[in-house]
């Protein structure tokens, strides 16, 4: 029986998950602070997987995503120093089972490589993959599991964090859909604009990305949704067949066995 410490370093939250062979167990989403020092990473790493009672020895594997390089070798030596084993990295070299058809290989983050992965590995191709979260990014992969591309737009959150800083009006809002599209308030005009806005704009891509992705059968294109806002957007769009917010975690573990040695 193997036990694998799974951990994606986003840009705004660090997300952990523990497997018991195939099987997640546990999960734990902290966030991302790229000024502790490697001991204040593996004390914020040991605290959080003891909060359910996981003891950090217990694991025979570990597998790192990152898209913050600044968090990466800190985080490299805070898991090995507490679990006592050499991590595989998500980068160059790894083992992925998809051919990655971009003018820069190397500028896909290893977030959507992996994403790729579980997707086409869980659910088949042809699939576009949506993670709502800092970002919102759109990626596109065939029948045959090969990585073709995809689109970024900013986030949600992000954009109202533009809007606040850049108005002097407007305010925070909290992320939830007002009753109605037309806004009878600022709060909820701004409510409004971000969540059926957002709908909107991934109903519009997922379209797009069918029609090129499957000209012929555009209907035959599975899509998923990952990251921390898609079930929220699920509640507003039919646009996604699969919700899995723990995607990334699950194509750790997936590219975890494909490169054992």
Not at 157 to 170: D, G, H, K, P, V
Not at 184 to 198: K, L
Request: aromatic share 6%; glycine share 8%; proline share 4%.
């Amino acid at each position: 029986m193997t036990y694998l410490l799974a951990v994606d370093i986003g840009n705004t939250n660090i997300t952990v998950g523990a497997f018991q062979d195939r099987q997640l167990t546990a999960t734990w989403r902290m966030a991302t602070r790229e000024t502790r020092t490697i001991d204040e990473h593996a004390w914020a790493l040991q605290g959080v997987l003891q909060s359910k009672n996981v003891d950090p020895n217990s694991f025979d594997a570990v597998a790192i995503c990152s898209v913050v390089p600044p968090l990466t070798e800190a985080y490299l030596s805070a898991l090995t120093q507490i679990t006592k084993t050499e991590p595989l990295v998500i980068g160059p070299g790894v083992k992925t089972g998809i051919r990655v058809h971009y003018d820069r290989t190397q500028d896909v983050g290893a977030d959507r490589i992996v994403d790729a992965v579980a997707a086409h590995q869980i659910y088949g191709g042809p699939i576009v993959v949506v993670d709502i979260g800092t970002a919102t990014v759109f990626d596109a992969i065939t029948s045959d599991g090969d990585y073709i591309g995809g689109a970024i737009s900013p986030g949600m959150e992000i954009a109202a964090e533009a809007m606040f800083r850049n108005t002097s009006q407007l305010r925070r809002v909290e992320m939830t859909a007002p009753d109605r599209v037309i806004g009878r308030s600022t709060v909820a005009s701004m409510q409004s604009g971000f969540v059926y806005g957002f709908a909107e704009l991934i109903e519009g891509m997922i379209a797009r990305f069918k029609m090129e992705l499957n000209p012929n059968a555009p209907d035959k294109v599975k899509v998923v949704a990952t990251g921390g806002l898609a079930n929220l957007m699920a509640e507003h769009t039919e646009s996604l067949d699969h919700i899995n917010p723990n995607l990334t975690l699950a194509g750790l573990q997936i590219l975890h066995e494909m490169n054992k040695s």
